[in-house]
């Protein structure tokens, strides 16, 4: 079962511009179903998953661009960066949009090659996992979101909620297509081999691990950090390695676009602003997993549910500006007299504020940090508390009660 993605539109419209197009993301979130989607018959498929075709590219990587002429899909092009000069001189020596599309699951090593040998010659762009929208069949429709009454209004629709269970029963499948398209798939054999599968053999290609244990146990302990501010000290401790260790996997993690580090409003107007990033985990289905929720009811019902709430509205978020190729300039605010605020959407100068409450009845007091905002100096836009209300609902001039079902 197919579901249209709303990348859709910008893989078109970067493939007209560019002769490469590399679109990297998580193993399983759907880029290889995506492209082979929009192919036509002339475009050919080649995996480098197939250890054949993987050690031609690699030992004759020639021979394997004359099999291989454009247009062509190359999938997981990181196990082949031989290939990238050659596929330079392709470029050059044709001259021709879209001749060349590529996937890779590990941006670590892959982009450096990249841009050493594509400059000026690609567009790279990023899938994460199945959107809200795309679950629900408006993927072609998705926008990003900003928090203004125009924009709310436009996607509210009466009689449509997200209620309390199915939203809870979204975050915990997570957003992988194969677990959250078919309620049928066991869910805890799909994450158990998707982090044996792909994590693990992920690992030892970009770096060595001499403990798979320990590895492991940092995963867990990193997904039962999600939606909090990153000390590494602390997690370096709680998984029993050194804190270098902990900074290098987690590297890893950022570059298998596992985890997402959502970065502090900063200004030079006050020296009171935190420094240090908020971690969280780009599904919420693995998050789930590794930290022991064995089902959604659990999961609502336990002491994580708010974290996983902020993670999951995160998620939907950066979807809704990613897969539009656009860059979300977001950000969180935090001061050294514990006044924060969730997220903080930037555009044009502008400073839109929210809070994520899970509740049905927020008040106007959840929102008392957004004046914290006046100090910086800047436009501050209308803000609003996500949260299970039926439908959108004036707090104040300036700031809604918005349900989570619209994002």
């Not at 269970?165 to 994450?191: C, E, K, M, T």
Request: charged share 20%; glycine share 6%; aromatic share 10%.
């Amino acid at each position: 079962m197919y579901v249209t993605r709303t990348m859709e539109i910008f893989v078109r419209s970067a493939s007209r511009q560019f002769p490469v197009l590399l679109m990297t993301g998580a193993r399983q979130v759907g880029k290889t179903t995506l492209l082979n989607h929009l192919r036509d018959e002339e475009r050919q498929y080649v995996t480098l998953d197939d250890p054949l075709l993987r050690n031609l590219a690699r030992e004759d990587p020639a021979l394997f661009m004359q099999r291989y002429t454009p247009p062509v899909i190359i999938d997981e092009i990181q196990y082949a960066p031989q290939l990238l000069p050659y596929i330079k001189m392709a470029v050059d020596r044709e001259r021709a949009a879209g001749g060349f599309w590529l996937t890779g699951s590990q941006a670590f090593h892959l982009m450096q090659g990249v841009s050493e040998s594509l400059a000026g010659r690609v567009a790279v762009i990023e899938l994460l996992g199945l959107s809200q929208r795309e679950q629900l069949g408006q993927g072609s429709q998705a926008a990003p979101f900003l928090p203004l009454p125009e924009e709310i209004s436009r996607r509210a629709i009466p009689g449509k909620t997200l209620d309390l269970n199915r939203l809870y029963q979204n975050i915990w499948r997570g957003s992988f297509p194969a677990a959250a398209l078919h309620p049928d798939v066991d869910w805890q054999l799909f994450y158990s081999s998707y982090v044996q599968t792909y994590l693990m053999r992920d690992v030892h290609d970009l770096t060595q691990v001499g403990n798979e244990m320990k590895f492991v146990r940092f995963l867990r302990a990193t997904a039962a950090r999600t939606g909090q501010l990153l000390n590494l000290t602390d997690l370096a401790r709680d998984a029993d390695i050194a804190v270098n260790t902990a900074k290098s996997w987690l590297g890893i993690l950022q570059a298998s676009a596992v985890v997402y580090l959502l970065m502090p409003y900063h200004s030079n107007l006050t020296k009171r602003l935190i420094k240090a990033p908020k971690l969280y985990f780009l599904d919420t289905g693995l998050a789930a997993y590794l930290t022991g929720w064995t089902s959604p009811q659990t999961l609502e019902a336990g002491a994580m549910s708010g974290a996983f709430l902020e993670t999951w509205i995160l998620g939907e978020l950066l979807k809704g500006y990613r897969h539009n190729g656009r860059e979300a300039t977001l950000f969180f605010y935090r001061d050294k007299d514990q006044v924060e605020i969730d997220f903080l959407l930037v555009q044009d100068g502008t400073i839109y504020p929210l809070e994520c409450k899970k509740s049905a009845s927020p008040k106007l007091v959840d929102a008392r940090h957004f004046q914290a905002l006046q100090r910086l100096q800047v436009p501050i836009g209308p803000g609003g508390i996500l949260c299970l209300c039926p439908q959108p609902l004036p707090l104040s001039p300036t700031i809604n009660a918005i349900p989570i079902g619209i994002l």
